[in-house]
């Protein structure tokens, strides 16, 4: 790496805006290495509104245990904050809107205790519309629509990575707010299920929002072999589509669960307990070489450079794009 890489990377507010990983003092300890300031924790896939609770508890025990690494974040000055103090600011967020059940009152309880950005389905269908594996998406609900509403009023970032093609765009038509896609590939590069469509891009973007590009390498068009310059690849696509104020970084690792696993074969059963909807939890899945682990994040930035990237860009993808956005979303 170059020293003006090293610099570069080390003056940026980074953040990172998925990761599922196991987290333990490792991963935090990682993440310092990594520099990065802030990180979408998003580890909630299935869970109902007590098992919401339990995981914003065990967050608090996680913060009060390594606050030499870590600190919490509910608003973009406390990402400032983490950037000043050199610890790694963790924004509680979730894969889907099951936790409020069927409650709209609920939301407000979550934002209240520090969940800032949720996504909207996971994978299949839930009250608000269908995940991307849903076998007929019929788009987003009217109660959807009242959840959408109520992230609006509350300042809590919808996500639409793991929703279905007519559920995110019925969702980017009709919110007030601009929504994102945290972790996400483009499917003109690989024809699967999980990428989206160029067109999903440009409306999200259209209408303010920012796609995160993703390190997951069934996604990546040279799949298992995929190096950083494939995520490079798709990175510069989206810009071409959508401009560089809407290109972001959401690396989707999910480092430290065992693969095959509990967890995983979890993650990848429809709400946790039934049909398998996908191989991922139990397959080989590298990711990118050069980029395969949480620490070497900064070989990121190294490679944008050495590919002619301006500093000015690269700052943005970095950590910029997504602060403008929650700067809107959160407000102050």
């Known amino acids: 790496m170059t020293p003006e890489a090293r610099a570069l990377h080390a003056q940026s507010v980074v953040v990172d805006a998925l990761h599922t990983c196991n987290w333990d003092r ?24 007590r098992d919401g609770i339990d995981e914003v508890t065990n967050w608090k025990r996680r913060f009060a245990e ?60 839930n009250l608000s519309g269908a995940g991307y594996l849903e076998e007929h998406d019929s788009g987003l609900t009217g109660f959807g629509r009242e959840v959408v509403d109520e992230m609006t009023r509350v300042g809590v970032l919808c996500d639409l990575s793991h929703v279905g093609d007519k559920t995110s765009a019925d969702t980017i038509a009709y919110s007030k707010n601009p929504v994102c896609m945290t972790h996400v590939l483009p499917r003109s590069l690989r024809d699967v299920k999980r990428n989206k469509p160029d067109e999903l891009f440009v409306e999200c973007a259209r209408r303010g929002g920012i796609i995160g590009t993703s390190f997951f390498s069934p996604g990546l068009k040279a799949g298992n072999e995929s190096t950083v310059h494939d995520v490079l690849d798709a990175m510069e696509h989206v810009i071409t589509l959508v401009g560089e104020d809407h ?17 995983l074969l979890w993650a990848n059963k429809d709400k946790g307990t039934a049909r398998t909807l996908t191989e991922f939890g139990s397959v080989k899945i590298n990711k990118p070489a050069g980029v395969d682990k ?24 970095l950590g910029q794009n997504w602060l403008r956005l929650l700067h809107q979303v959160w407000g102050h």
């Open 26 to 49: 490792s991963i935090f300890e990682e993440l310092r290495t990594g520099g990065y300031t802030a990180v979408n924790a998003s580890n909630v896939l299935w869970e109902n509104f």
């Open 66 to 125: 390594n606050a030499d690494l870590i600190r919490p974040v509910k608003t973009v000055a406390d990402i400032h904050a983490a950037k000043t103090e050199g610890r790694t600011g963790i924004i509680m967020g979730w894969q889907n809107t099951s936790c409020i059940e069927d409650r709209l009152d609920y939301l407000e309880i979550f934002k209240d205790l520090g969940v800032g950005i949720m996504q909207l389905t996971y994978n299949t269908q």
């Open 247 to 263: 290109v972001a970084v959401g690396t989707d690792y999910s480092q430290g669960h065992a693969r095959p696993g509990p967890w």
């Open 294 to 317: 949480v620490y070497k994040l900064p070989n990121l930035t190294a490679a944008m450079l050495a590919r002619g990237w301006s500093p000015a860009l690269v700052t943005k993808i």
